[in-house]
């Protein structure tokens, strides 16, 4: 009998000892999950097939575990919407990048959860309501799905974190992007910035922020506040017209970016419309961004199979997703 199965809700590759009814594991169906629950069944698996434990995997440049802790969990601040001229801090990114590498070297990738995660990543392009069909379609990317009104695993990872500000689920969501940037951007696209959607009340999402800034050490781009609320809005959770979520959105996101044919990651928590990602996508476009990779932590399951792609082959890249679509 195989001892991992693969979960037809969430997708993840999972030990036999968490297979639940209908193909689902215990996460899906109801069941009690937890971190450690999860580890000890993969713990035994491995002691099963190779006949050892496995020794805890730490970033051998810093033997200081504690300090690494804490350092995913420090940034706190709220970011506020600023005038940003990005050609004037273009040419020093390599010496930013440089500066930075030190503290970035806490922020090591996980390998236990990449296969995991990388086998939820999906693609669509979402629809514009005929009111609106002189924007440009957004290209929207997501490292996992997200269950309506099934909040559990990596759905209700997403609400504890963006949400309610958890900050304890910043290392999960660090691996989740840095799988989708490894696995989908490669070498074929390379972002300038990246940015966080704003929130409704006008600020942005703390730890989305924080989630932004950990993963722009680590890569050759910086994070920047681009976008910015102009006036609040309605939560869009609250809202469930379609034709009224995506007018809460035009004509409140603006940007002072002064953009030179970059290329801009935005992020988000999660799409169901595809509304925000596309304002944004827009801003970003009108203000002279080159190409603009929406992203989100979590492609609503409203989103049928017909409407979406899931990005499970090597060939499934950024890149030829926005040249060719479905």
């Not at 034709?243 to 970059?262: F, H, Y």
Request: hydrophobic letters at 30%; one cysteine or more; aromatic letters at 6%.
């Amino acid at each position: 009998m195989a001892k991992t199965f693969t979960c037809e809700s969430c997708q993840r590759t999972l030990p036999r000892v968490m297979y639940s009814a209908s193909n689902q594991c215990t996460d899906c169906a109801g069941g009690v999950d937890t971190e450690e629950q999860f580890e000890n069944a993969r713990e035994q698996i491995s002691n099963t097939e190779k006949g050892s434990s496995r020794a805890p995997i730490v970033d051998p440049s810093n033997e200081n575990t504690d300090a690494q802790e804490s350092v995913l969990t420090a940034h706190g601040k709220t970011v506020e919407p600023e005038v940003i001229n990005t050609q004037s801090s273009t040419a020093s990114r390599s010496n930013v990048a440089e500066a930075d590498q030190s503290s970035s070297d806490v922020y090591v990738q996980d390998p236990r959860h990449v296969e995991e995660e990388t086998k939820a990543q999906l693609y669509v392009k979402p629809e514009l309501p005929p009111e609106y069909a002189d924007l440009t379609r957004a290209d929207v990317f997501a490292v996992g799905e997200y269950l309506v009104g099934r909040e559990t695993g990596h759905s209700r990872k997403i609400v504890e974190f963006a949400k309610e500000d958890d900050e304890s689920h910043c290392q999960y969501f660090v691996n989740q992007l840095q799988g989708f940037i490894d696995t989908r951007v490669k070498g074929d696209i390379h972002p300038d910035y990246i940015t966080v959607y704003p929130s409704s009340s006008g600020g942005y999402h703390e730890q989305l922020v924080n989630l932004a800034e950990i993963v722009a050490k680590q890569r050759e781009f910086e994070y920047k506040p681009l976008l910015y609320r102009s006036e609040p809005r309605t939560s869009q959770k609250q809202l469930t017209d379609r034709k009224e979520k995506w007018a809460n959105q035009v004509g409140s996101i603006e940007t002072r970016a002064d953009l030179n044919d970059d290329t801009v990651i935005i992020l988000d928590d999660v799409c169901t419309t595809g509304a925000s990602l596309t304002i944004g996508t827009n801003q970003l476009l009108t203000q002279g961004a080159k190409q603009v990779i929406a992203t989100c932590l979590g492609l609503s399951s409203t989103y049928t199979e017909s409407k979406r792609r899931k990005l499970w082959n090597p060939e499934h890249s950024v890149k030829e997703q926005i040249e060719h679509g479905f």
